[in-house]
């Protein structure tokens, strides 16, 4: 069903177990509609069932599965009104963060970013979409951790979770990497200038992408998909 991972002692096991799962939702190793057996998973991970439960409600409470007494706990369809909703207030927080950032970053941070659009481009060459995926979170998480709010991540990360669907569907075709990587490299340019208004522009542009695509995406998948 999905890539196990080996298992760290030193972190809690519902959350790895959490991690997995939700990965394997986003990257559609596992389809909407499909029936997650606590019992099978439990196996599989050789853990007992009391972290799998944990770890699907948290899915649950990520919009990307519904349990359903008596019947069992099912991978969610991809709300367009809940990607719409999220990518709102993702653009809110985050154009307000890149503002900060354009004033307060430094010639560190800016390496960081740049090392970050290599291995994009890198990973866009070698056809891996989910690190790049791994890539494109790390760049946004580097632009908060610029201005020292490690909230605004968490809560962008809370409410991305369909929108991370729909970026993985639109990668090989409708959104593909290199159109992502140059909007990164615009908002870099920004950055470099300290120039919050040109940075918010340059955000604005790369998150309302999903506005567009998400209509061709939903079309093509359309049984994946829900209002």
């Known amino acids: 069903m999905f890539k196990l991972i080996e298992l760290n002692i030193s972190e809690p096991v519902n959350q790895q177990v959490y991690r997995t799962l939700r990965r394997a939702i986003i990257t559609c190793q596992v389809l909407p509609g499909i029936l997650l057996s606590e019992k099978d ?21 990520a919009g990307l599965v519904k349990i359903l007494p008596q019947r069992g706990t099912f991978v ?4 367009i009104k ?12 985050e154009c307000a963060i890149i ?5 307060e970053i430094s ?16 990973a866009n060459k070698r056809k891996d979409i989910r690190y790049f995926l791994e890539k494109d979170d790390e760049f946004h998480q580097i632009l908060m951790n610029i201005v020292d709010c490690p909230m605004a991540w968490e809560t962008v990360e809370n409410i991305k979770a369909m929108m991370d669907r729909v970026r993985y569907l639109t990668l090989e075709d409708i959104s593909p990497p290199e ?14 200038k300290h120039d919050p208004e040109m940075a918010a522009i340059a955000l604005h542009e790369h998150l309302s992408t999903i506005l567009k695509t998400i209509k061709l995406v939903s079309q093509q998948h359309n049984e994946w998909f829900v209002d």
């Not at 809940?82 to 927080?93: C, L, M, N, S, W």
């Not at 970013?113 to 291995?119: A, F, M, P, Q, V």
């Not at 159109?179 to 470099?192: F, G, M, S, T």
């Open 99 to 103: 503002k900060r950032a354009a004033q």
């Open 82 to 93: 809940k990607v719409i909703d999220g990518q709102f207030i993702r653009e809110a927080v």
């Open 107 to 122: 010639d560190a941070d800016l390496l960081l970013l740049e090392k970050n659009l290599k291995e994009q481009i890198d």
């Open 41 to 61: 998973i439990s196996t599989q991970f050789n853990v007992s069932r009391q972290p799998v439960r944990e770890a699907f409600i948290k899915l649950a409470e």
């Open 76 to 79: 969610t369809k991809i709300s």
């Open 179 to 192: 159109n992502l990587v140059k909007q990164h490299e615009k908002i870099v340019i920004a950055l470099r």
